[in-house]
C-alpha cells in the first residue's frame, strides 16, 4: 500500500494513522502496514500490479465474473485491495440495476478497476463508466485488467485529480460511485452540483463512511443541505467483518 493509498484508506490522514482507530480496527491496520512493509522490504511491484498479474494468471479473459473472483481471492488471500468488494458490491449493483441498462455512470477512485467491471458488466450498449483515478500506478492496471474482462468499450478510464477532472465533464450522470479520499467526498459533490452533473434522480453512492472513515461532513452535507434524499446502509469494510457503511443519497433537484 503506497502512502496515498494509505491516505485514501484512512480518512483524515493528517491526524496520524493510528491515532483515531478504534481498538477493533487496529489489528486489521497492522496487518496491513506489516504487509505493506514486507512488499517494500522485497521490491515487490506496486498492489495494482500485483492484482492484474494475478487476474491475468487466474482468470478467464471476456469473462468479468471470473475477473472479480480473481481480483477477491487476491485480496483475501495475498494481499488486502481496497475493492467495493463482494458484500456492499450488491448494494452497488442494485442502483446500477435500478439506473438501468442505458446508464451514465461516474466513479471517483477507480483504483484496480473492480467497481468499474463490477458496473459496467450490468450496463447495456447505451451504458457506460467514466472512472477517474489518480494514481498511475492504479490507471495502468485498471485499463488492463478492464481490457481482460472485455469490458474496456464501456468504461474510459480517466487519470488526474477529481478536482481536476470534474470541471471539464458535461451532461449529467444517472449514478455517481464515490470512492476516493474520503476527505474530497463534500468538495468534489459540490463541485458536481456546480457543474450541473445531477438531474432529479440521480444517485450518489459513497463507499466507506462508516466509524473507521466517518467523513461526517460529508454525511451532514447530504442528509441535511435539502437537495438529496439519503440513506445509509450497514455492511462491512470489504474483506473484513469491521463495521462499515455506504451512503446512498438520491438527488431531489
Ligand atoms: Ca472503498
Same mark, same amino acid.
Request: charged share 25%; proline share 4%; hydrophobic share 40%.
Given at each position: ?5 494509505? =491516505? ?9 494513522? /493510528? ?18 512493509? %514486507?512488499?517494500?522490504? $522485497? ?24 475477473? /472479480? ?9 495475498? $494481499? ?23 446508464? $451514465? ?11 468499474? %467491471? ?6 447495456? @450498449? ?13 490507471? =495502468?492496471? @485498471? =485499463? ?6 472485455? /469490458? ?25 460511485? /464515490? ?12 463541485? %458536481? ?12 453512492? @459513497? ?12 454525511? $451532514? ?33
Amino acid at each position: 500500500m503506497t502512502p496515498d493509498e494509505s =491516505r485514501k484508506l484512512h480518512y483524515g490522514s493528517g491526524m496520524g494513522m /493510528l491515532g483515531f482507530l478504534k481498538p477493533a480496527h487496529i489489528g486489521w491496520t497492522l496487518g496491513n502496514l506489516r504487509d505493506a512493509a %514486507i512488499d517494500k522490504l $522485497r521490491g515487490s511491484a506496486p498492489r495494482p500490479e500485483q492484482a492484474r498479474l494475478h487476474v491475468e494468471a487466474h482468470a478467464t479473459r471476456g469473462d468479468p465474473a471470473s475477473v /472479480l473472483a480473481a481480483l477477491d481471492d487476491f485480496a483475501r488471500n495475498r $494481499r488486502f485491495l481496497m475493492n467495493v468488494g463482494p458484500e456492499k458490491g450488491q448494494l452497488l449493483e442494485a442502483e446500477v440495476d435500478r439506473a438501468g441498462p442505458e446508464a $451514465r455512470i461516474l466513479e471517483l477512485g477507480c483504483y484496480c478497476g473492480y467497481s468499474a %467491471i463490477l458496473m459496467a458488466r450490468r450496463l447495456g @450498449a447505451g451504458g457506460s463508466v467514466l472512472s477517474i483515478e489518480k494514481s498511475g500506478h492504479s490507471v =495502468r492496471a @485498471a =485499463r488492463t485488467i478492464i481490457d481482460f474482462a472485455g /469490458l474496456s468499450h464501456a468504461v474510459e478510464v480517466r487519470q488526474g485529480a477529481s478536482g481536476d477532472c470534474i470541471p471539464q465533464l458535461e451532461a449529467h450522470f444517472d449514478l455517481i460511485f /464515490l470512492d476516493h479520499w474520503k476527505d474530497l467526498y463534500e468538495a468534489d459533490l459540490r463541485a %458536481i452540483e456546480a457543474k450541473q452533473l445531477l438531474r432529479p434522480g440521480s444517485v450518489i453512492f @459513497a463507499d466507506n463512511v462508516g466509524s473507521l472513515f466517518n467523513p461526517e461532513d460529508y454525511l $451532514r452535507y447530504v442528509r441535511e443541505c435539502g437537495h438529496y434524499d439519503s440513506r445509509s446502509e450497514e455492511s462491512h469494510i470489504e474483506y473484513t467483518q469491521l463495521p462499515d457503511r455506504a451512503e446512498i443519497s438520491v438527488f431531489r433537484g
